[in-house]
């Protein structure tokens, strides 16, 4: 059964960084992209953008280019989210997602609340 | 970017009654050489994350009730709940994964009237 388990709530000033990770279990880390989706509150979902847990290859939203580095560690089939120069606007909840195609699997979500 | 669009906002529905949840792209998901929608359906209850119910526009996940069921092909998609249940109260989105930045459309909240 695939699991992926996210790390706690952060809480951060504006102009710091945070990084987020993602312990997959369950399945074959390399063989599936995992992806990033962050939800502000009362809001929809916005994708950021996805890792090659194989090749460390990435691809991200134009909106976070510069901002946001997606990496991983096989050895403990870990993906981490990093963004930095937060802003008020970057409080929401932060979701890893392993994409079969669709996202078939979930992370339970990480709630990221920055401060000024 | 494909923009997705879903409408209505929201809609209330009596327990028992059917709901329909409409999604429209900004340009066709249909690949032609498989004759596949990349389009998926998601529900997201109070306080959960999001979980797929539909994906290639109508095949159903493992374990989702069969009440639930989509269709459509092309640049039109329906998510349909034949006989609305309580745990159905939720948010459904509309995904797409043909090509580029993957987008939702905005969100449609199912309620009980």
């Known amino acids: 059964q695939v699991h992926l388990v996210q790390s706690g709530a952060e809480v951060k000033k504006s102009g710091a960084s945070v990084k987020v990770s993602c312990k997959a279990s369950?399945?074959?880390?390399?063989?599936?992209?995992m992806h990033w989706v962050r939800q502000a509150p009362g809001q929809g979902l916005e994708w950021m953008g996805w890792?090659?847990?194989?090749?460390?290859?990435?691809n991200y939203a134009e909106k976070f280019q510069g901002r946001v580095t997606l990496t991983r560690d096989t050895s403990i089939t870990t993906a981490y989210m990093e963004l930095s120069r937060l802003r008020s606007d970057d409080t929401a909840v932060y979701y890893c997602?392993?994409?079969?195609?669709?996202?078939?699997?979930w992370g339970q979500g990480t709630l990221v609340t920055v401060s000024s | 970017d494909i923009v997705m669009t879903q409408s209505p906002d929201s809609l209330a529905v009596s327990l028992g009654e059917r709901a329909t949840i409409n999604c429209k792209s900004s340009?066709?998901?249909?690949?032609?050489?498989?004759?596949?929608?990349?389009l998926a359906w998601y529900q997201q209850r109070p306080g959960q994350p999001p979980e797929v119910l539909i994906y290639?526009?109508?095949t159903r996940e493992s374990g989702v009730p069969d009440r639930f069921s989509g269709s459509g092909s092309g640049t039109d998609f329906t998510l349909t709940i034949s006989s609305l249940q309580a745990e159905d109260v939720a948010v459904y989105y509309c995904?797409?994964?043909?090509?580029?930045?993957?987008?939702f459309g905005q969100g449609t909240k199912v309620e009980i009237k």
């Open positions: 995904q797409q994964y043909y090509n580029g930045p993957r987008t």
């Open positions: 369950g399945y074959t880390f390399t063989d599936y992209h």
């Open positions: 340009q066709s998901v249909l690949k032609s050489s498989n004759n596949k929608n990349y």
């Open positions: 290639w526009a109508s």
């Open positions: 997602a392993r994409e079969n195609w669709y996202y078939e699997n």
């Open positions: 890792i090659n847990p194989n090749s460390g290859g990435t």
